[in-house]
């Protein structure tokens, strides 16, 4: 039997307490980057009309109500739990941890009145997305060894997580907690006796447990018991947790926005960042400004306090020189030195401005980290989005849940300054259609769910199959039931399907409820999926969503540990949505959506502008005539590929729910580049006849970033 362990200098780890008429502008005609004006110079261009936000600065702290409404939400989970019947679980260890640091922590588990009969145990889980080391308990001296023992000497049989396998064999019953170390006794275990599991078991060599890489205040663990020896384990109301730091910063990153008035105040940030990608709150260097605009009003240089936390807004910068502009920051001292993504600085208000945002992400309130109101705040003041929406998996929601999401959207909307949209995530399976993100312009709509082919079980405590009133068991039945909702017929209503998990299929479509496809996500640039989607008499737009689980919607580098576990590359950053529209609000921006006045990145905030004969992204016209395309690209780093592709539309033989593959789009045309450049504009006139399909332009940069235009429709007369 493993020998008792003493853990010098621990401590207990903390525990919480107790419409606009949308159907005008979709037929209007869009106005891109050149403004309807053919011959206007870059330099002139773009503009943006800006409402200074009140100086907001980033709140990395915990939110006591996030959390407790989280677990107020899951309060049928632990119905069958019974404290003093099953017992209770204490952790012992480091309350705090740095990112990716190593340490040792003690689960004890004390049986309460109902003895632990044999076959019985407890396990200890995780998120699947935590980040935590997978453990072991065969080599002393590595990471994450993992040890057990009881008090009475009772045999036990451990059973260490060894991989992070996100579809493991506890992921049905257990998702989102399938990251499971456990303890099954082999004998009784009697009232009072304990468990003890020491993970990152420090004793014989071992540097400890593995921290996660994304920095946040609660990486919380879950104990479940099964007392009778039934196999079936009941979730315990013990909550406790660890909170992970940031490291030293590396980095700085700065962002402005993509459009200015020449004049016009604007608000720059400037973030540090550690080696994984969190905000280096502990940063405290002097920074110095620089741009390619002689006249521009920038701060001379900016001392970091330990109130910025890593982060800073500057709110009174101006730039005066009309044309593309890059701003410069630099700490003499540490050698750190970024460039900002391009602005396009014009004389005058343009007729549309370009807005960024990510409408695609997850929270604790399901498979994600942090709450809604974290993430929101990231959204806002970390990633600097115009626009954001939280989709939950409505299979893990309740009433209680959902309301409080809605409710937390609400409070961070601000008209021309944040706009959040209302959003969950239906979770069919492919062969019912896939999953698919709905979105609400107004508050008060219902959720619904799926009830027919899902990847949870019905014994997951977490997933509330609800009342028939609000499920649906096919994607049919989805589009059926939200075409009944008001403002559905005029805009207020949009579906969009995304690629992972459940791929959604594009067998079953519904052209006024999904004007839009989520051609990029975490899981990479799927190019090919989305044309699956153009058929006869379908025109969606491509947009970009991150699919974020980690608590970073619109900005941060996935954890490359995940990268094996998606079998996908490590992505360069997240995906992001680029909207073109008036003002800077969700009735504008629903209008924009449905209009597909938008175009994907990989994450990067490219600047791209395409035009067919003037008709702008998204649109559609008829010619007789061989269309001429007007291009702009500005990138964040040298350009690699600027190319135009065309796509005919067709329909599949659908013997399988999902295409594996198509054309990835027949190019038409390819810009040639000099080494180094970044910004390129031309035109270009098809030498054939005009033929009837979709046509959009896909960049690529020498890191690999990309953009993709949503796709004009040209109809042949």
């Not at 989102?176 to 303890?183: A, C, H, I, S």
């Not at 402005?256 to 280096?280: F, M, T, W």
């Not at 990029?520 to 379908?538: D, R, T, V």
Request: hydrophobic share 40%.
């Amino acid at each position: 039997m493993t020998p008792v362990i003493e853990l010098c200098g621990s401590r207990t780890v903390r525990q919480p307490a107790g419409v606009l008429a949308l159907a005008a502008s979709r037929s209007a005609r869009f106005k891109g980057f050149f403004g309807g004006a053919m011959k206007v110079k870059i330099a002139a261009a773009l503009v943006i009309s800006i409402t200074l936000l009140a100086p907001s600065p980033w709140a990395a702290g915990p939110d006591d109500q996030g959390w407790e409404e989280c677990w107020n939400g899951l309060a049928s989970a632990f119905k069958n739990y019974d404290s003093a019947k099953h017992g209770t679980v204490t952790l012992e260890g480091p309350a705090a941890v740095e990112r990716t640091g190593y340490g040792q922590w003690k689960f004890v588990y004390r049986a309460g009145t109902a003895e632990l009969a044999p076959g019985g145990g407890i396990r200890i889980a995780t998120r699947m997305l935590d980040g935590w080391g997978a453990s072991q308990a065969t080599k002393p001296n590595d990471p994450n060894y993992i040890t057990a023992l009881t008090s009475a000497g009772v045999p036990i049989k451990l059973r260490a997580l060894e991989r992070l396998d996100v579809v493991n064999e506890y992921f049905a019953d257990y998702l989102p907690w399938q990251m499971v170390n456990g303890v099954e006794v082999l004998e009784k275990l009697e009232p009072g006796q304990t468990i003890t599991i020491t993970i990152g078991d420090q004793s014989a060599g071992s540097p400890g447990w593995r921290a996660p890489a994304v920095a946040r205040d609660r990486a919380y663990f879950l104990p479940f018991v099964d007392v009778d020896g039934s196999g079936r384990y009941v979730p315990m109301a013990s909550r406790p947790y660890v909170e992970i730091l940031p490291g030293p910063a590396v980095k700085l990153s700065v962002v402005v926005p993509s459009q200015a008035v020449a004049g016009k105040r604007l608000r720059l940030l400037v973030r540090a960042e550690d080696d994984q990608g969190n905000v280096a709150s502990s940063y405290r260097g002097t920074i110095k400004f620089s741009s390619n605009d002689p006249q521009a009003s920038l701060p001379h240089t900016y001392a970091f306090s330990a109130q910025d936390k890593g982060l800073h807004w500057f709110e009174d910068v101006r730039f005066n020189q009309p044309g593309i502009i890059r701003v410069v920051t630099n700490d003499p001292a540490s050698g750190f030195r970024s460039e900002s993504n391009p602005l396009r600085c014009s004389l005058k208000p343009a007729e549309t401005n370009l807005y960024w945002g990510d409408i695609h992400g997850h929270t604790i309130f399901e498979d994600g980290t942090g709450t809604p109101v974290q993430y929101f705040r990231y959204a806002r003041d970390v990633a600097a989005l115009d626009f954001a929406a939280l989709t939950s998996h409505a299979e893990l929601q309740n009433g209680v849940r959902w309301n409080y999401v809605q409710d937390v959207t609400s409070r961070f909307y601000q008209p021309h300054q944040f706009v959040t949209i209302y959003g969950y995530e239906w979770g069919g399976a492919p062969a019912v259609g896939g999953n698919h993100n709905v979105y609400y312009l107004k508050k008060g709509l219902p959720l619904f769910r799926s009830s027919g082919l899902i990847t949870f079980s019905p014994l997951n405590p977490w997933v509330y199959y609800s009342a028939s009133d609000i499920d649906t068991a096919h994607i049919l039945g989805l589009f059926q039931r939200l075409k009944t909702l008001p403002g559905a017929q005029t805009g207020e209503v949009m579906v969009i399907p995304h690629w992972r998990g459940g791929i959604s299929t594009p067998r079953w479509q519904d052209p006024e409820l999904e004007p839009l496809i989520e051609m990029a996500s975490e899981a990479g640039f799927h190019e090919a999926w989305a044309q699956s989607f153009i058929a006869p008499g379908i025109h969606k737009g491509f947009i970009g969503g991150s699919d974020d689980h980690l608590g970073r919607p619109g900005y941060g580098l996935m954890d490359t540990r995940f990268a094996d576990l998606w079998a996908k590359p490590t992505k360069l950053s997240t995906p992001l949505a680029a909207v073109m529209v008036k003002e800077k609000t969700r009735e504008a921006i629903f209008a924009g959506f449905f209009a597909r006045h938008v175009y994907a990145t990989s994450g990067a905030r490219i600047l791209l502008d395409v035009q067919a004969d003037g008709h702008g992204m998204g649109e559609e016209y008829q010619t007789e005539s061989a269309p001429v395309f007007k291009v702009l690209v500005v990138g964040t780093g040298p350009l690699k590929t600027v190319s135009i592709k065309r796509v005919f539309a067709k329909r599949y033989s659908w013997g399988e729910p999902v295409p594996a593959e198509r054309d990835r789009g027949e190019e038409i045309y390819s810009h040639r580049l000099e080494v180094g450049q970044r910004e390129a504009e031309f035109t270009f006139r098809y030498p054939g006849p005009s033929l009837t399909a979709y046509y959009y332009v896909l960049v690529v940069q020498e890191d690999g970033e990309q953009a993709v235009s949503s796709p004009i429709l040209i109809l042949a007369k």
